[in-house]
Every structure is written in structure tokens, then in C-alpha cells.
């Protein structure tokens, strides 16, 4: 199965957009990768996922480099509600996610 | 659409009792899941279901715990007796595969705390 390695914390500004890497060197050529966040008390909420190909939602982009070893999360106007813990999940042929610990993201006005 | 509903929202009790949660999954999601999260790490998979039937099990401690999904739909976790490590928040999720997609959706969780 595929590990990643994210950064433990990040501080970003508000507004400013908050870039957040993802190590996902051993990952399986048909693994997707997802990524969700998790606000204080409450339950993970998906992001965005992709393969190869970068992807945009209302949320966030998603760019995966060319040998998918590496991704970044980019929230382009972050607000104080984005604080939160951040997970880039890649997800197994069994349509399970593999979690880490995750990027504490903290927005600061 | 509702999303995915869990009680109780918290649960103490001292070591070596027994505990039951419950989970409500969106509606038609097939799959559903029972995650352990440890304060400050990221969740952890207990078991996996499709429709009523079990797909993975292989990190539920069969000793203690225990899940059943009768007729597809609601499913509850037991532990019976509970350990002070057994402290932690569980999450369920559930599922469903749109062709494009296969995101899960969670419950906001059940905090334990055995004492």
C-alpha cells in the first residue's frame, strides 16, 4: 500500500492561498489520490481527488506532479474556516483509503 | 440529502463494561465503514461493509469488538469489555461508486472515553 508523508503544520495568511505538499512516492499507477480535511470535533469532509491529470472544484486544485510521486493541495483564498487538518489519502484497489496524520493547517487573520 | 448519522455523540465508561454505537448511512450507499481515530492521528480502518455482507475485517480486534450491518442499511460497533486503550473517536462513513468517484462520506463521530 501506498505511505505519505505530509508536513505535521503549516501557517498560512488569510487570503493569501495555502499550498499544501503531499509525499506519495510509492504509489500504485491506478491508486487515486483523494484528500480531505478534518475540522476540530467533526468528521472528515472530502476535498478533491485525482490520477494523473490536475483538477479544480469549488473547493481547491489539485496538481499531480508527472510521476505522481508528489501532489499539492492549493486553497486559493484561504479563510479562518480553513483551518483544519488536511489528509492526502491515496485510495487501494479495495476502495480504501489510506490515512496518515495529516497537515494541521492554520489560517491566521 | 441527509448525511451520515452516528449516536451516540459521547460515551464514558469505566474499563472492562460494553459499549454500542450506531450508524445511519446515506441513503443507497452500499458501502459502509467503521473508523478508529487516536487523538492526533488520522483515522484508522476497523471493518468494511458492502451491502450486508463483510469485505475486510482484518483489523478489528475480534476479541473485543464487533460490527454487524443487518439488511444493508444501519450497522452497529460493540466492544465488550472495553480497555482504557479503546479510548478514541469512532467514525463511520459510507460510500457509493458513481463511476467517477468513489468519495466517502463520514459521520461526525462517537467520542469514548473509558475510564
Known amino acids: 500500500d501506498a505511505k505519505t508523508t505530509q508536513p505535521p503544520s503549516m501557517d498560512c495568511a488569510e487570503g493569501r492561498a495555502a499550498n499544501l505538499p503531499c509525499n506519495h512516492s510509492t504509489i500504485s499507477g491506478n491508486e487515486y489520490v483523494y484528500w480531505y480535511r478534518q475540522i476540530h470535533s467533526q468528521g472528515p469532509q472530502y476535498i478533491i481527488h485525482g490520477l494523473k491529470n490536475n483538477e479544480t472544484n469549488e473547493m481547491a486544485s489539485l496538481i499531480i506532479t508527472e510521476d505522481r510521486k508528489s501532489s499539492t493541495l492549493i486553497l486559493p483564498h484561504a479563510t479562518l474556516r480553513d483551518t483544519a487538518v488536511y489528509y492526502c489519502t491515496p485510495m487501494d484497489s479495495n476502495y480504501q483509503l489510506i490515512w496518515g496524520a495529516g497537515t494541521k493547517l492554520i489560517i491566521k487573520p | 440529502e441527509a448525511g451520515v448519522a452516528q449516536s451516540p455523540r459521547y460515551k464514558i465508561i469505566e474499563k472492562r463494561q460494553s459499549v454500542a454505537f450506531w450508524c445511519n448511512p446515506i441513503s443507497g450507499h452500499a458501502t459502509l465503514y467503521w473508523y478508529q481515530q487516536i487523538l492526533g492521528q488520522g483515522p484508522k480502518l476497523l471493518i468494511q461493509f458492502q451491502n450486508n455482507g463483510v469485505v475486510d475485517d482484518s483489523q478489528l480486534p475480534k476479541d473485543r469488538f464487533s460490527a454487524e450491518r443487518l439488511k444493508g442499511v444501519d450497522s452497529t460497533l460493540k466492544i465488550q469489555p472495553a480497555k482504557l486503550e479503546d479510548s478514541a473517536v469512532y467514525l463511520c462513513?459510507?460510500?457509493?461508486?458513481?463511476?467517477?468517484?468513489?468519495?466517502?462520506?463520514f459521520g461526525p463521530g462517537t467520542r469514548l472515553t473509558v475510564t
Open positions: 462513513a459510507s460510500s457509493l461508486y458513481t463511476g467517477a468517484s468513489y468519495e466517502q462520506y
